[in-house]
């Protein structure tokens, strides 16, 4: 069984894994500015993406993008569109919430079926 601060590091490193699977998402999306409903098309389509990614991944490749090592290794220009989306999300709360609201349960359930949280 693994130690709380096993796990914490562990969902630590899960949160520094979707931010890079968000960069290379982020990168290839594209709306257009004028539409009034462009933030939540943008955030429909990350959090999409981004469960599909998830989803996709065997446990193995989820834990290679949870290493630090992936961190280190991540795209100068994914990390920038990264932390823009970042900042969107924490100055717009409603579009925050919307996107964690869709992405979360993918993730956590992919988390725990690969065993990085502790099942008891």
């Known amino acids: ?18 931010l890079t699977v968000l960069g290379g998402i982020m990168a290839s ?12 098309i943008i955030v429909d389509k990350l ?4 469960s599909e990614k998830f989803n996709g991944m065997s446990c193995k490749q989820l834990a290679s993008a949870m290493s630090p ?24 709360p409603e579009l925050k919430t919307r996107f964690l609201n869709q992405v979360s349960a993918p993730i956590v359930t992919k988390m725990f079926d690969c065993g990085f949280i502790p099942k008891s």
């Open 1 to 18: 069984m693994k130690s709380v601060s096993e796990t914490k590091k562990q969902i630590i490193l899960g949160g520094l894994a979707i």
């Open 29 to 40: 999306e594209r709306v257009n500015a004028q539409d009034p409903n462009a933030d939540q």
């Open 47 to 50: 959090a999409a993406k981004t």
């Open 69 to 92: 090592e992936a961190a280190k290794t991540k795209d100068p220009e994914k990390a920038k569109i990264t932390a823009k989306f970042i900042g969107v999300l924490k100055q717009k």
